[in-house]
């Protein structure tokens, strides 16, 4: 099992950067494939990207490639996400998420504002 807990967001304008953090506990956490969900008010969760377990494989969802870079430092049980010129479209909750074979573990979340 594995606990998350997510750092970084916060209120920033457009075009401005922020860096989140999701910092795990527990146990094996080089055995967990990450990732980043967000959830925009009336909107369903969305994936943003994903990073495979020793983070040589990444995915983004096509909104944000070329703006985020995921990474995971397994050393220190923590992922990453980088996010440059953001946009007011990028307004939601973000999530962290762990999937070890049949389990999901989410993060309670961090809330990005992107003003315009």
């Known amino acids: 099992q594995v606990q998350l807990v997510e750092s970084g967001g916060g209120l920033v304008q457009a075009g401005g950067s922020l860096r989140l953090s999701c910092a795990a506990s527990g146990s094996a956490f080089s055995s967990y494939v990450m990732g980043w969900f967000r959830q925009a008010p009336g909107k369903e969760r969305e994936v943003v990207a994903r990073?495979?377990?020793?983070?040589?494989?990444?995915y983004y969802t096509d909104s944000v490639k070329g703006r985020c870079t995921i990474s995971r430092d397994n050393a220190k049980n923590t992922m990453y996400l980088q996010m440059n010129s953001l946009k007011p479209e990028d307004t939601a909750v973000y999530y962290c998420?762990?999937?070890?074979?049949?389990?999901?573990?989410w993060g309670q979340g961090t809330q990005v504002t992107v003003s315009s």
């Open positions: 990073i495979s377990r020793t983070g040589g494989s990444t």
């Open positions: 998420y762990a999937n070890n074979g049949p389990y999901d573990y």
